[in-house]
Nanobody
Framework: VQLQASGGGLVQAGGSLRLSCAAS????????MGWFRQAPGKEREFVAV????????YYADSVKGRFTISRDSSNNTMYLQMSSLKPEDTAVYYC??????????????????WGQGTEVTVSS
């Protein structure tokens, strides 16, 4: 599985961005797909995951109600729609593919494949 993240950029507080993660390989829907982020000087943290089984979604408390994770089967792409952005959302965002046949995964150690990261900067 290869992952290619895109869509990052500079946005003002309160604005929106949509990140994309294009995946290669035929096991896209047999793995949980997630987004993580890493701010300068901080550890990588979980943002959101979409389950492999039924597409259920789960979010970190810090982004709940503002971010929406989704996937498109027609083009093997996962998205993260980010709204009401805050300066504390500034980070490099990574998409990741979890272990085959696992339903959900919330920690980085449970993910086998990672995209290269896309930078999001939210100005105040």
């Amino acid at each position: 599985v290869q992952l290619q993240a895109s869509g990052g950029g500079l946005v003002q507080a309160g604005g929106s961005l949509r990140l994309s993660c294009a995946a290669s390989g035929r096991t896209f829907f047999l793995r949980p797909m997630g987004w993580f982020r890493q701010a300068p000087g901080k550890e990588r943290e979980f943002v959101a995951v979409i389950a492999s089984s039924d597409g259920s979604t789960y979010y970190a408390d810090s982004v709940k109600g503002r971010f929406t994770i989704s996937r498109d089967s027609s083009n093997n792409t996962m998205y993260l729609q980010m709204s009401s952005l805050k300066p504390e959302d500034t980070a490099v965002y990574y998409c990741a593919a979890g272990r085959l046949f696992r339903v959900v995964a919330f920690t980085s150690s449970e993910y086998d494949y990672w995209g290269q990261g896309t930078e999001v900067t939210v100005s105040s």
